[in-house]
C-alpha cells in the first residue's frame, strides 16, 4: 500500500468513529491565501498533489480532486496508483463537489460532510451547505479537523520574526492608510472590518514576514473599529522594536489565538467582512448587531500603487533584468557543453538573482519546462522528474524575484537549438498575442475582461486558445499574485487605473510536444484626456530581451515589430551600464533592431 491510501485509510478510521460520509480539504489556509504554510498543507499531505490550487474531497470508498487547467497534466501525474479522480474544473460535464458528493453518498443514511471551519472561507462553506442540501439532504459539520490527530509529524505554525517595510519603498505610513481604510468603511456605512488576508495586513501596517514560501508576509488578524486598530500576532514575532513602531502607530497587540475573543469583544453596532476571506469559524464567532457582508476595501487601495513603490518596481526590475541577462548569456553555452537539467538551470538564475541588492528570495517556485514539460504550464521539476536539455527545442522559463522594493514575474520561452516550423508558429502566435495586448489603448475603468479579447484574438483566428488568465495583479513586495484586478476570459468587473501593475502572459500548450509563454510586469498609466474622458497605456517594467530566433517575421504586422524593436532599445539603454563588456556584446547581439 503506498503512503496516500495508508493516509487515506487513517482518515477513514477517524470518519468512521466521527460518523463522517466524506470530508473537503481545500488549499487554504486560516487567512484564505493562495500560498500557505506548511501547516495548512493538508491538501497535498493527503493527495499528494502539490499544485497551489485544489481541492480533495475524501468519502469512505472514493476519492476526488478538483483542480483548474494550470494543474490538469501534474495533477494526473502525481495522482496516479492513488484512489483519487482528477475532476477537471471548468471542462463540459465535470461534476461540481456537491454534485459528486450527491452521487456518491445517494445510499448513505443521513450523510454528513466534514470540512475544517477555520480554513475554509464562509462564502464557499455556505454555499455548499446550501448546495449539499439541494444534492440530497447532506449536513454539513464545520467544528472538526482529523489532520490535527493523523498528520503525526504536522509542521507548526511558523513563529518567524516580523520586520519594517521602510517610507522609502512603502511610500505612505500606516496613520493614512487607517484614515482611508475608515473613510472606505465609512461609505459602505461599516463601523469596522476584521482583515484576515495577510498581504492587506502586511501592505496596511508597513510590515513584512518570512511565515509563507516566496510571499513575505506573517501570520496575524487585523481588527479595525472606529477608534481602535487591534493586531493578533504571536508575540514570539514581535520584537521590542517593532512592539515600539506599532504601539507609535496606535496598533495594539494581543496574542494571535485570542482573535475569536476579540471578535466577541468587539462593541461597535457592525462590521464589515468579506465573505471570501474570512474563515467560517470567524464569521461564526462575530456578536455585534449586524455583519456587512461587503468585499474588503483594501485590495483595491493596495492594486494602485503610490510613486515610492513604482520607483521601486523599476529598480527592483533593473536588478532582475541584469540577473537574467546573466543567466541567459551563460544558458546556451551551457546547454551546449552539456550536463544542465531543469534543475540546474533555475538554481542557477536564482543564485544570480541572490547577488542583487535587496533580494530576500523567489517570488514562486520557478517553472523551468524543457519541450514536453513546457506543455504542462505550472510544471515543477522534481528529482523525479527533471530531464536535461540538450541544444535543441524549446525551454518555458517562468521566475521572479522578491526584492525588498519590488516583485517580480517574468517568463521568456528560449530555443535552446533548431526548433520546428511548428514551434515557430506557435512561439509567434504568443509573441503577437503578448504585444497587441501591450499596446492597448483603453478608457480608464475598463475592465481586465475588455482586454483579455486584444491579447486572444490573433490566436482565436487559427482556432487556438489557453484556459489561464492572460495578467494578474503583482504585488509590491508581497504576493506575486494581487487581485482584485486581472485581465482574463471569465468576467472580472473590476476596474482598471492607473498606477496599477499586472503581468501580460499569453501563452499555448500543446501536450506532448512543447508550450510557449512570454510575459512582462507592466504598469497601468494615462495616456490622454479627450471630450470622452480619460485613457490609460500599457507600460512594460520587465526589462530582459525577448528571444527572437524563434519568430516567423512574416506572421509580424509592422505595428508589432515596431514595438518588439522599441521595447528592445529599451532594454539595452536600461540594462547596458550595469554590466560588463562581454555581456553588454551579448544583449546587444540579443537586442539588436529586426528589419
Known amino acids: 500500500m503506498n503512503m496516500i491510501n495508508q493516509r487515506l485509510e487513517?482518515?477513514?478510521e477517524v470518519m468512521k468513529r466521527e460518523h463522517l460520509a466524506a470530508f473537503i480539504f481545500p488549499?487554504?489556509?486560516?487567512?484564505?491565501?493562495?500560498y500557505v504554510a506548511d501547516h495548512w498543507m493538508g491538501r497535498a499531505w493527503?493527495?499528494?498533489?502539490?499544485g497551489s490550487a485544489g481541492t480533495a474531497v475524501v468519502t469512505m470508498h472514493s476519492a476526488a480532486l478538483w483542480t483548474d487547467s494550470r494543474y490538469f497534466l501534474a495533477a494526473e501525474e502525481q495522482l496516479k496508483g492513488t484512489e483519487f479522480q482528477l475532476m477537471k474544473l471548468k471542462i463540459p460535464g465535470t461534476l461540481s463537489i456537491a454534485e459528486w458528493l450527491g452521487k456518491e453518498l445517494q445510499d448513505v443514511d443521513s450523510p454528513e460532510v466534514g470540512l475544517d471551519g477555520w480554513v475554509n472561507s464562509y462564502t464557499s462553506t455556505s454555499g455548499l451547505i446550501a448546495d449539499l442540501r439541494k444534492a440530497g439532504g447532506i449536513t454539513v459539520r464545520t467544528n472538526f479537523d482529523p489532520l490535527e490527530e493523523i498528520w503525526k509529524d504536522r509542521p507548526s505554525i511558523p513563529l518567524k520574526p516580523v520586520e519594517i517595510q521602510p517610507m522609502e519603498f512603502a511610500g505612505e505610513d500606516v496613520p493614512s492608510k487607517i484614515k482611508r481604510i475608515r473613510l472606505a468603511l465609512r461609505a459602505q456605512h461599516a463601523d469596522g472590518m476584521l482583515v484576515?488576508?495577510?498581504?492587506?495586513?502586511?501592505?496596511?501596517l508597513n510590515l513584512r514576514g518570512t511565515d509563507v514560501h516566496c510571499v513575505p508576509v506573517f501570520v496575524s488578524y487585523l481588527l479595525i473599529a472606529s477608534d481602535k486598530v487591534s493586531l493578533f500576532v504571536d508575540e514570539a514575532k514581535v520584537s521590542s522594536e517593532i512592539r515600539?513602531?506599532?504601539e507609535s502607530n496606535g496598533v495594539s497587540i494581543y496574542k494571535c489565538n485570542k482573535v475569536e475573543e476579540g471578535l466577541k469583544a468587539y462593541s461597535e453596532y457592525n462590521i464589515l467582512l468579506d465573505g471570501n476571506e474570512t474563515s467560517y469559524y470567524l464569521w461564526k464567532a462575530v456578536r455585534c448587531q449586524?455583519?456587512?457582508?461587503?468585499?474588503?476595501?483594501?485590495?483595491?487601495?493596495?492594486?494602485?500603487?503610490?510613486?515610492?513603490?513604482i520607483a521601486g518596481y523599476r529598480s527592483a526590475m533593473l536588478k532582475d533584468g541584469v540577473a537574467m541577462v546573466k543567466f541567459l548569456k551563460w544558458l546556451l553555452p551551457a546547454v551546449e557543453a552539456g550536463g544542465e537539467t531543469e534543475i540546474s538551470i533555475d538554481k542557477k538564475l536564482t543564485a544570480l538573482r541572490a547577488e542583487q541588492k535587496l533580494f530576500r528570495d523567489i517570488?514562486?517556485?520557478?517553472?523551468?519546462?524543457?519541450q514536453a514539460h513546457g506543455a504542462i504550464v505550472h510544471y515543477e521539476a522534481t528529482p523525479e522528474t527533471d530531464i536535461p536539455l540538450k541544444p535543441e527545442g524549446l525551454l518555458l522559463l517562468d521566475s521572479g524575484a522578491q526584492y525588498q522594493d519590488g516583485t517580480t514575474d517574468i517568463t521568456r520561452t528560449i530555443a535552446l537549438g533548431p526548433i520546428t516550423e511548428e514551434m515557430k508558429h506557435i512561439y509567434t502566435l504568443v509573441l503577437k498575442a503578448h504585444i497587441q495586448l501591450e499596446l492597448a489603448k483603453f478608457p480608464d475603468g475598463a475592465s481586465g475582461t475588455q482586454l483579455d479579447a486584444l491579447g486572444r484574438e490573433c490566436m482565436w483566428r487559427e482556432g487556438f486558445n489557453f484556459l489561464h488568465g492572460t495578467g494578474h495583479g503583482v504585488g509590491s513586495y508581497l504576493s506575486v499574485h494581487e487581485g482584485p484586478h486581472q485581465i482574463r476570459m471569465e468576467y472580472m468587473p473590476t476596474p482598471l487605473r492607473a498606477g496599477m501593475t499586472l503581468t501580460d502572459e499569453p501563452g499555448l500548450y500543446l501536450a506532448g510536444k512543447f508550450g510557449v509563454r512570454i510575459e512582462n510586469t507592466v504598469l497601468l498609466s494615462g495616456y490622454m484626456k479627450t471630450e470622452f474622458g480619460k485613457f490609460l497605456q500599457i507600460e512594460p517594467l520587465t526589462l530582459c530581451p525577448i528571444d527572437t530566433a524563434p519568430i516567423d517575421l512574416t506572421m509580424l504586422m509592422p505595428e508589432e515589430l515596431a514595438w518588439l524593436n522599441e521595447y528592445h532599445a529599451k532594454v539595452y539603454a536600461e540594462l547596458a551600464p550595469y554590466l560588463d563588456e562581454e555581456?553588454?556584446?551579448?544583449l546587444e547581439n540579443a537586442t539588436k533592431a529586426i528589419k
Open 10 to 12: 487513517s482518515l477513514r
Open 27 to 34: 488549499s487554504t489556509d486560516a487567512h484564505q491565501s493562495e
Open 46 to 50: 493527503i493527495s499528494g498533489f502539490d
Open 196 to 204: 484576515s488576508a495577510l498581504d492587506d495586513i502586511a501592505w496596511t
Open 244 to 246: 515600539a513602531y506599532l
Open 290 to 309: 449586524e455583519i456587512v457582508q461587503a468585499s474588503s476595501p483594501i485590495p483595491a487601495m493596495k492594486a494602485v500603487k503610490n510613486e515610492a513603490e
Open 363 to 370: 517570488s514562486f517556485d520557478t517553472i523551468a519546462g524543457y
Open 583 to 586: 555581456e553588454k556584446k551579448w
